[in-house]
């Protein structure tokens, strides 16, 4: 059977049989006649003709295994009807089926129906309410009240790690989760144990997902079509800062922020609304509004020195970027054997948040113990990275608290702040300047980029006055380019989605050479992480793929529209040098800007390679 990849960022995947286009079927779908890939299923063939059977389980590419049954549609062989799953029948020459017979909607009513009697129904207080697909259908069904009764599980909900909480009361064991995690992200933590009634989808002997080699990247929680999977919320606790007059509460918001906030508010995916983020951020009453883009220019610049030491033969090569939380710990379970050529740089959120607490305390006479500091993040795993022992300094966390766009999305609804009429307003000074190599950050091959830029300009390479960078650009799984720096050639690939990281390791591991690697844990970089809005439905994750390239779109367009574009020409990373660090990677920036890794247990598992 063809498939089709989506945005998932596979990339070139093995899996797909790429069927030549002359190779086509005539069928009739509701008695239209349809011609249609020789190989494809029911549900692609009606959808190619406006027709949208319901759906659940399905995910393109991804997840085709039938188990819900929601996609029922009647189908006529030699004049017997049968029920059958669109998603995973094949179309065939003269093939006739009916997708909106009475028997085909009765049937699809019945199997939702089945699916609710044993859900735990509590929509009102659910994270996933107006935005949960068993929901929709119910509704879209026409669903009013159950005619059976069945019994339900009263699981404990996994809340035990600091990213993602698991209610198994809510699973419909539709298995999205199981495979994104398994075919996008190539780390497989999710299996189904046990028949029937008593299915459930968790890891290994319903361990939490803290306890497994979970990266904690979110990407599982983004497929998952219910509230079985949903962001480790820190709203409360946050407000709680916020409302205590003693403590000064800092907000700083990733790049990928300003360019997705605004489709919670109904704003078309690829705008960018950083005014309207930073006026956002004061009405809910942060102290002080940043763009963590300031240290992402922070981080090229150590970065990039750090490049130019090991290219001069001080420290191991390729240099690996650092900035993925969910590919740290995904190198940190599986290649344990490169943490020395992970950037010893930590994360733009994470030397933000310790310049708040030594810098800006400092310069403005702020007690440090006093400082919250919240990052609003694209990311799963940016809440694991703030709770890690190795980031606590003097018994603070350097940050305290993350949370994701939709965290921020729910603070402002109930706030009651209308974000789309909100006037444009600035981040703070001096820390809130930016330039457009801080802002590509989110984007794949936006680190390299903004990186070569830097070391070009640094060595006064023949390359110098390059500024775009566009090889390394585009959802390609795995891409390579080459630039001289000093003379030599420098190679450098980047990877984004665990799989294609884990693919670009094990080249590495038997032997290719490269000088530097970027790695992004989620599909697309930031712009496609696991805190971000969820684009509704299954019929509608072409529009959360094309909502991702709009997102990067508009942050090269931010770049381009940037007085400076190179990371060390930012005159506020500039001042904090001469004020503060020093120069990179001097005693301080080390102390302050850089951090170590641990290696951690690696399970068995049972992956396609
Ligand atoms: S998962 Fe959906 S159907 Fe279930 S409680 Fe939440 S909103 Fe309601
Ligand atoms: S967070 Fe990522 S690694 Fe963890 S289970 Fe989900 S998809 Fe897999
Ligand atoms: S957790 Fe979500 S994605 Fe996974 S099987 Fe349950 S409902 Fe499906």
Same mark, same amino acid.
């Given at each position: 059977?063809?498939?089709?990849?989506?945005?998932?960022?596979?990339?070139?995947?093995?899996?797909?049989?790429?069927?030549?286009?002359?190779?086509?079927?005539? @069928?009739?779908?509701?008695?239209?006649?349809?011609?249609?890939?020789?190989?494809?299923?029911?549900? &692609?063939?009606?959808?190619?003709?406006?027709?949208?059977?319901?759906?659940?389980?399905?995910?393109?590419?991804?997840?085709?295994?039938?188990?819900?049954?929601?996609?029922?549609?009647?189908?006529?062989?030699?004049?017997?009807?049968?029920? +059958?799953?669109?998603?995973?029948?094949? /179309?065939?020459?003269?093939?006739?089926?009916?997708?909106?017979?009475?028997?085909?909607?009765?049937?699809?009513?019945?199997?939702?129906?089945?699916?609710?009697?044993?859900?735990?129904? *509590?929509?009102?207080?659910?994270?996933?309410?107006?935005?949960?697909?068993?929901? #929709?259908?119910?509704?879209?069904?026409?669903?009013?009240?159950?005619?059976?009764?069945?019994?339900?599980?009263?699981?404990?909900?996994? #809340?035990?790690?600091?990213?993602?909480?698991?209610?198994?009361?809510?699973?419909?064991?539709?298995?999205?989760?199981?495979?994104?995690?398994?075919?996008?992200?190539? %780390?497989? %933590?999710?299996?189904?144990?046990?028949?029937?009634?008593?299915?459930?989808?968790?890891?290994?002997?319903?361990?939490?997902?803290?306890?497994?080699?979970?990266?904690? $990247?979110?990407?599982?929680?983004?497929?998952?079509?219910?509230?079985?999977?949903? &962001?480790? &919320?820190?709203?409360?606790?946050?407000?709680?800062?916020?409302?205590?007059?003693?403590? /000064?509460?800092?907000?700083?918001?990733?790049?990928?922020?300003? %360019?997705?906030?605004?489709?919670?508010?109904?704003?078309?995916?690829?705008?960018?609304?950083?005014?309207?983020?930073?006026?956002?951020?004061?009405?809910?009453?942060?102290?002080?509004?940043?763009?963590?883009?300031?240290?992402?220019?922070?981080?090229?610049?150590?970065?990039?020195?750090?490049?130019?030491?090991?290219?001069?033969?001080?420290?191991?090569?390729?240099?690996?970027?650092?900035?993925?939380?969910?590919?740290?710990?995904? $190198?940190?379970?599986?290649?344990?054997?490169?943490? *020395?050529?992970?950037?010893?740089?930590?994360?733009?959120?994470?030397?933000?948040?310790?310049?708040?607490?030594?810098?800006?305390?400092?310069?403005?006479?702020?007690?440090?113990?006093?400082? /919250?500091?919240?990052?609003?993040?694209?990311?799963?795993?940016?809440?694991?990275?703030?709770?890690?022992?190795?980031?606590?300094?003097? !018994?603070?966390?350097?940050?305290?608290?993350? @949370?994701?766009?939709?965290? @921020?999305?729910?603070?402002?609804?109930?706030?009651?702040?209308?974000? *789309? +009429? =909100?006037?444009?307003?600035?981040?703070?000074?001096?820390?809130?300047?930016?330039?457009?190599?801080?802002?590509?950050?989110?984007?794949?091959?936006?680190?390299?980029?903004?990186? %070569?830029?830097?070391?070009?300009?640094?060595?006064?390479? +023949?390359?110098?006055? /390059?500024?775009?960078?566009?090889?390394?650009?585009? @959802?390609?799984?795995?891409?390579?380019?080459?630039? +001289?720096?000093?003379?030599?050639?420098?190679?450098?690939?980047?990877?984004?989605?665990?799989?294609?990281?884990?693919?670009?390791?094990?080249?590495?591991?038997?032997?290719?050479?490269? *000088?530097?690697?970027?790695?992004?844990?989620?599909?697309?970089?930031?712009?496609?992480?696991? !805190?971000?809005?969820?684009?509704?439905?299954?019929?509608?994750?072409?529009?959360?793929?094309?909502?991702?390239?709009?997102?990067?779109?508009?942050?090269?367009?931010?770049?381009?529209?940037?007085?400076?574009?190179?990371?060390?020409?930012?005159?506020?990373?500039?001042?904090?040098?001469?004020?503060?660090?020093?120069?990179? =990677?001097?005693?301080?920036?080390?102390?302050?800007?850089?951090?170590?890794?641990?290696?951690?247990?690696?399970?068995?598992?049972?992956?396609?390679?």
């Amino acid at each position: 059977m063809e498939k089709t990849t989506m945005d998932t960022g596979i990339g070139d995947d093995p899996h797909i049989n790429n069927i030549p286009a002359e190779e086509k079927v005539k @069928l009739w779908i509701d008695d239209r006649e349809v011609v249609a890939d020789k190989g494809g299923n029911l549900l &692609e063939a009606a959808k190619s003709i406006g027709v949208e059977v319901p759906s659940l389980c399905y995910l393109r590419g991804i997840n085709e295994a039938g188990v819900c049954r929601v996609c029922l549609v009647e189908v006529d062989s030699g004049g017997r009807r049968s029920l +059958q799953a669109s998603c995973v029948y094949p /179309v065939s020459e003269g093939l006739k089926i009916y997708t909106n017979s009475p028997r085909a909607r009765r049937a699809r009513k019945r199997v939702v129906e089945l699916m609710l009697s044993e859900h735990d129904r *509590d929509c009102t207080n659910c994270a996933r309410t107006l935005n949960c697909e068993l929901q #929709r259908l119910a509704d879209e069904m026409g669903i009013r009240k159950l005619r059976v009764k069945g019994e339900t599980h009263n699981y404990p909900i996994s #809340r035990k790690n600091p990213f993602i909480v698991r209610d198994y009361n809510k699973c419909i064991k539709c298995r999205r989760c199981e495979s994104v995690c398994r075919e996008v992200q190539g %780390v497989n %933590v999710y299996t189904a144990k046990n028949r029937g009634y008593e299915t459930v989808i968790a890891p290994a002997f319903m361990k939490d997902l803290g306890e497994v080699d979970c990266i904690s $990247c979110g990407q599982c929680l983004m497929a998952c079509p219910t509230g079985s999977l949903t &962001e480790r &919320e820190y709203i409360d606790e946050v407000w709680r800062a916020i409302e205590d007059p003693e403590k /000064v509460v800092i907000a700083q918001a990733a790049p990928a922020i300003q %360019v997705s906030i605004g489709e919670s508010f109904g704003i078309a995916p690829g705008t960018a609304v950083t005014g309207k983020l930073a006026a956002a951020l004061r009405r809910i009453g942060f102290d002080k509004v940043f763009s963590t883009e300031f240290a992402a220019d922070l981080t090229i610049v150590e970065e990039a020195h750090e490049l130019l030491e090991r290219l001069e033969g001080h420290g191991k090569l390729p240099l690996i970027s650092s900035c993925s939380p969910g590919w740290v710990k995904f $190198c940190e379970h599986f290649y344990p054997q490169f943490l *020395d050529n992970l950037s010893t740089c930590k994360s733009p959120m994470e030397m933000f948040g310790a310049l708040i607490k030594t810098y800006l305390a400092e310069k403005e006479n702020i007690d440090p113990r006093k400082m /919250v500091v919240a990052g609003i993040m694209p990311c799963t795993a940016k809440k694991f990275e703030a709770a890690r022992q190795e980031l606590v300094t003097r !018994g603070s966390r350097d940050v305290d608290y993350v @949370l994701t766009t939709r965290e @921020l999305a729910r603070m402002l609804r109930s706030a009651g702040i209308r974000f *789309d +009429q =909100l006037p444009d307003e600035e981040f703070d000074k001096p820390l809130g300047l930016s330039t457009g190599a801080g802002a590509i950050f989110a984007a794949t091959g936006g680190v390299t980029e903004a990186a %070569v830029r830097t070391a070009l300009s640094l060595t006064g390479g +023949q390359d110098n006055t /390059v500024i775009e960078f566009k090889e390394i650009r585009g @959802l390609k799984g795995i891409k390579e380019s080459k630039v +001289q720096i000093k003379g030599r050639p420098v190679r450098i690939a980047v990877a984004h989605g665990t799989r294609n990281a884990r693919k670009l390791m094990e080249k590495i591991k038997s032997g290719e050479h490269y *000088d530097f690697v970027e790695i992004m844990a989620c599909p697309g970089g930031c712009v496609g992480g696991g !805190g971000q809005p969820i684009q509704g439905t299954v019929s509608k994750k072409e529009a959360a793929a094309e909502a991702k390239t709009k997102r990067t779109q508009a942050l090269y367009r931010i770049d381009a529209d940037k007085k400076f574009r190179r990371s060390h020409e930012n005159p506020a990373v500039k001042q904090l040098y001469k004020d503060f660090l020093g120069e990179p =990677l001097s005693e301080r920036a080390k102390e302050i800007l850089h951090t170590s890794y641990i290696p951690r247990g690696k399970r068995i598992s049972k992956l396609l390679h």
